[in-house]
Nanobody, 118 residues
Framework: QVQLVESGGGLVQPGGSLTLSCAAS????????MSWYRQCPGKERELVALINTGGSIDYADSMKGRFTISRDNAKNTVYLQMNSLNPEDTAVYFC????????????WGQGTQVTVSS
């Protein structure tokens, strides 16, 4: 019923760009805090960026100026534009949705692999 499907990952050259998409079904993304997380090889999963229900946005410090999170309410889809990629950005990127009101809900996508390499 509730589903998050990431797409857009792949292999990219250092310095290149990539845009990830997170298509949601079974719920409305504008009613949830939508986030991108990533898990680098051998590392803990970390928050990349989030957009709150009201539209405010936060980024991890290392992403500021390089990554942009956005939300298309009409398409019920969240995006992550990634610029100036470097090999340390190589990771599985996950889309996440959280709700806090009537009941805490926490949904995750399956992840999409991003590899930055020459």
């Amino acid at each position: 019923q509730v589903q998050l499907v990431e797409s857009g990952g792949g292999l990219v050259q250092p310095g290149g760009s990539l845009t990830l998409s997170c298509a949601a079904s079974g719920f409305t993304v504008s009613r949830y805090r939508m986030s991108w997380y990533r898990q680098c090889p051998g590392k803990e999963r970390e928050l990349v960026a989030l957009i709150n229900t009201g539209g405010s946005i936060d980024y991890a410090d290392s992403m500021k100026g390089r990554f942009t999170i956005s939300r298309d309410n009409a398409k019920n889809t969240v995006y992550l534009q990634m610029n100036s990629l470097n090999p340390e950005d190589t990771a599985v990127y996950f889309c996440n949705a959280k709700a806090f009101l009537a009941r805490f809900l926490d949904y995750w996508g399956q992840g999409t692999q991003v590899t930055v390499s020459s």
